[in-house]
């Protein structure tokens, strides 16, 4: 009797293992047929970003070169970087440019001499007037100067040390600028942004260059030939057009442009302009390298020139344009335009 209710549960419990690893299998299957749940949808990306770094070298040695010349090195560095924002109706451009450059000869043992020196940044909000409308009203503000101390005229001393005329520095001068009004943008590669309402300051630090680039006597009747009697800070208020433009020739060629014109409501108004055209030309060589040429053309009715031409018409100096070409071939990396998400 004992052997067959033994018997008895052995067979039940075969039968509920089957039934459940029966059961098992089924539901194993129903698992692998049900779809895949989606993931979850990825918040928006509002912002975009790139960046690029160049590096150059130029180096030059002679030995017994009859046709002449020095020894010389000259290295130069740049960023040039862009974020930018966009939702709905709104946009706010960013974008940083700083370029630096220098030179050691032979000819000046002991001396390096900056080639290119630059700082620029400016800030772009927009709101379009309409879906479809290519018009924005617009708050713009930039920012100009330069990193470090420029001389010309250099001289070395029994010592050997060599000393030069004072032509700027960090914050001397740097002008900023906040514009308020309407920005057109017809297409992708060409932005002009229209500001009656400019406002900003022209910045002197050195002393010794306040008169050069215009800076007003503290109080009348001082001795206008004495630095320290000038403001540091001048203040303008005008109206502004910048425009901006970009052309992708091909894969290899670009060129970008933009032409920035001034006029201050408080001195000689639509008389007086101040003009910066800077240009932009890049030839890619490869994947790493780039040939670039830059070039800069300012006009500021306040900064005085002395030039050897026209020193007995004008022995204080007068304005005049001036003009700077670069002309680099650099190694170029490039983080390539992301887009960034969202902080929220």
């Known amino acids: 009797m004992i052997i067959c209710v033994a018997g008895a549960l052995c067979l039940g419990s075969a039968a509920y293992a089957q039934d459940a690893q029966s059961a098992a299998a089924a539901a194993a299957a129903e698992l692998a047929k049900a779809p895949e749940v989606e993931n979850a949808e990825a918040k928006p990306n509002f912002w975009t970003s790139a960046a690029e770094f160049t590096f150059g070298l130029n180096q030059t040695s002679l030995w017994d070169w009859v046709a002449g010349g020095y020894n010389n090195l000259s290295l130069n560095s740049g960023l040039d970087a862009n974020a930018k924002y966009e939702k709905d109706l709104m946009t706010w451009g960013n974008r940083l440019q700083l370029q630096y450059g220098t030179l050691s000869s ?27 409308s290519k018009w924005s009203y617009s708050a713009a503000f930039d920012f100009r100067s330069q990193f470090s101390d420029g001389y010309s005229d250099y001289k070395q001393g029994a010592d050997g040390l060599w000393t030069g005329t004072l032509k700027s520095g960090f914050l001397a001068p740097a002008y900023t600028n906040l514009g308020l009004g309407m920005d057109w943008t017809p297409n992708k590669w060409l932005s002009i942004n229209i500001a009656p309402l400019t406002g900003g300051f022209t910045i002197v630090r050195a002393e010794q260059l306040r008169k050069t680039y215009g800076m007003l006597l503290r109080e009348d009747g001082l001795d206008p030939a004495v630095g320290s009697n000038y403001r540091s800070a001048k203040f303008q208020f005008g109206a502004q057009v910048k425009a901006d433009a970009k052309f992708v020739i091909n894969e290899v060629f670009t060129y970008g442009t933009q032409v920035v014109i001034f006029t201050d409501y408080l001195d000689n108004p639509f008389k007086e302009y101040r003009v910066n055209w800077d240009n932009k030309i890049t030839w890619n060589v490869g994947k790493y390298f780039k040939i670039g040429l830059d070039t800069w053309f300012i006009y500021d009715p306040n900064v005085i020139i002395k030039n050897d031409k026209d020193i007995a018409q004008y022995p204080e100096g007068r304005a005049r344009g001036q003009f700077k070409e670069f002309t680099s071939f650099n190694f170029a990396y490039t983080l390539k335009p992301r887009r960034l998400r969202d902080a929220k």
């Open 106 to 132: 032979a000819d000046k043992k002991g001396l390096i001499q900056k080639t290119t020196d630059r700082i620029y940044a400016e800030s772009k909000w927009g709101y379009k007037t309409s879906k479809d």
